[in-house]
């Protein structure tokens, strides 16, 4: 019985030790990419585990708008939105070749409008092929970024680096960042590690310097005539200090700033500040996006570190014990067939030498099985001890 009962044992360890492996090298790292079905939550927040919309507030910050067909410089408070939807339907008909499988097609909107009458500063949206492992762009055909509201040639684009997501268990080191407003990526630094609403993050920081945008020259033109009269065209530049924090293990935001500046010199008479706000994540998006990123944190580490050690320890634990009831029983079964055939066992065996008993009538001698003699069992009362001498034949005429 313990025989079979450590073999179940150890059968069951050695499979165990089979799951931890199989989970750790194969569904570890299934679970570390974007999924298909994600999906952009609805109203009500649903469904679990869905993406949803990021705010961000720019107090006090100054700022252009288009108003009546005319620019304006304006003050107030900004709210910027941005909102991924995950497209499931394009990802099918449009990945593939190298991407089939490894990509998956996100659009992202973005909107700026103004708190105090909630009228739109600004507006962009776009598509694009994000690496299913490092969620980094992918090079495709149908990408795009529109931020003027028609599509265009000026909507071509091509996407690089980090946009929406940094990769699943993120290091600390540098990556590319993509930037909206110079169309391309540029490094973000790591720069140390901060508690966001608890939740341990990597904080990283892009730093761009006035750059020039490449603008068209019928805007510089309208913001010349506009804003700084008698200037008939000039430049814009811009500069922004991007920091973005980020659970490592998920790769998710858990909070952004961005302090961005865009400037008009004109050829002209003095510079005019078109946009200058520090726009940082409201208190509810910081609070969903680190519940968020603790719960995909949680499922990660269950499922390749967690659960794999737990099923490895039982499973060693489980051919240790079913090892050790296959010997025990296998002896326990050799000592049945040892007593079956006569031999003592050693509960039977003799646990010390046993002494010889003597006989106190004897000489010392030892007892024995022997019967005695019965010269020494039977003589008359008046017989000598001492035998008599048998008579010689003459002795014997004589008497």
């Known amino acids: 019985m313990k025989a079979r009962l450590g073999a179940v044992l150890f059968g069951i360890g050695v499979l165990s030790l089979a799951v931890a492996a199989g989970t750790a090298y194969y569904v570890a790292p299934s679970v570390t990419k974007l999924p298909y079905d994600l999906t952009f939550c609805n109203a009500e927040g649903k469904p679990d585990g869905c993406l949803k919309a990021s705010v961000a507030v720019a107090d006090n910050a100054t700022f252009m708008q288009i108003i009546d067909g005319k620019p ?30 490894e990509a998956v097609v996100w659009q992202a909107y973005g909107r700026v409008v103004r708190t105090d009458n ?39 684009v091509t996407f690089e680096g980090q946009t929406y997501k940094f990769p699943f268990n993120a290091d600390k080191k540098d990556y590319l960042y993509f ?23 990597y904080r990283y920081v892009q730093t761009i310097p006035e750059t020039e945008l490449n603008t068209s020259s019928g805007s510089l033109s309208a913001l010349a005539s506009a804003l700084a009269p008698p200037a008939t065209t000039g430049k814009v530049t811009y500069s922004n200090t991007r920091t973005i924090w980020v659970e490592p293990t998920s790769g998710n935001f858990v909070k952004v700033r961005e302090q961005q500046k ?10 005019v500040t078109l946009l200058d706000a520090d726009f940082v994540y409201d208190d509810a998006t910081i609070a969903n996006s680190t519940k968020s990123a603790g719960e995909t944190r949680d499922k990660l580490q269950l499922i390749s570190r967690t659960l794999p050690i737990a099923l ?12 050790w009831l296959v010997l025990a029983g296998r002896r326990a079964t050799g000592d049945a067939r040892h007593r079956a ?17 003597t006989d106190e009538r004897s000489e010392g001698g030892p007892l024995s099985d022997e019967i005695p003699p019965a010269s020494t069992n039977w003589r008359a009362e008046d017989e000598p001890t001492v035998p008599a001498q048998r008579a010689t034949p003459d002795e014997a005429e004589k008497r």
């Open 72 to 101: 304006t410089i304006q003050t107030g408070q900004l709210k910027a939105t941005t909102e991924v939807v995950p497209q499931a339907s394009t990802t099918e008909k449009e990945m593939t070749g190298d991407l089939a499988g």
């Open 118 to 156: 909630g009228s739109d500063v600004s507006l962009y949206s776009a598509e694009l092929a994000l690496d299913r492992e490092t969620a980094a762009a992918r090079a495709w055909d149908k990408q795009f970024l529109d931020t003027d509201g028609e599509a265009s040639d000026n909507d071509s």
């Open 179 to 201: 930037d909206r407003d110079l169309r391309k990526a540029l490094p973000i630094e790591f720069d140390g590690t901060d508690k966001v609403n608890g939740t341990d993050a």
């Open 262 to 271: 865009k400037t008009f010199v004109p050829d002209q008479g003095g510079t």
């Open 312 to 323: 490895a320890v039982l499973g060693a634990l489980l051919l240790l014990v079913g090892l």
């Open 341 to 357: 055939d006569g031999g003592p066992t050693p509960v039977d065996a003799p646990t010390r030498q046993e002494e010889p008993v």
